[in-house]
């Protein structure tokens, strides 16, 4: 199964004050491997940047001046993510960025039902926690020493460990019933071979006559000797 890690910044909280993605970053997996194909992109917004996103993430109107524009990396972005299950940490609010920018190009938006929120899991698994990314990675002891600032490929690549560890897929988990019947049957196999080799075998009467030829013989033979 192909699924993608996805994570964006913005210049803003809301799309209701027309704020826009400055960045994005998706990494693939395989079956919850990393397949080492990744998509970063960071985005001319084509308006400023507001201080407090500025605070988050540290792109400045400056640096993203010569960058694309969303328009121009939307059809790579959507072969990267075709027929793959997205996966997002607190998907509303990355969703609703990436459905408005398609919006203005008169793209079709991404299907809800084709998105797995790891806030959501993490909510229905810790309720009553801090589920943000940080504390996350606190809870799973994953280093996040390089998340000094938001980033999207960073944020991905904690993300995915993050996953793996909500969906318990970090080691083979061991099915109890399976093993009860397979020790079961490894016992019930060996007592039944350890019956074989105590079965007592009784000679045929030929094989006794035979036997009995022999003894006599050596009881001559040691009888004159």
Known sequence: MLEVILDTETTGLSITQKHR??????IELKNQIPTNKIFHEHLNPQRSISEEAYKIHGYSDEFLSDKKTFAEIAESFLDFIKDKKIIIHNAAFDLSFLNYEFGLINKKKINNNNVIDTLTIAQQKYPGSSNSLDALCKRFNIDNSKREKHNALIDCQLLKEIYINLIDQKEPQLNLKN??????????????????????IKPSKKELELHNTYLKSQLRKNFFN
Do not use: P, T, W
Request: charged share 30%; net charge positive; aromatic share 4%.
């Open 21 to 26: 993605i400055v960045e994005i970053g998706c």
């Open 179 to 200: 093993v009860e019947a397979h020790s079961k049957k490894f016992a019930d196999q060996s007592m039944k071979k350890n019956n074989n080799l105590r079965k007592i």
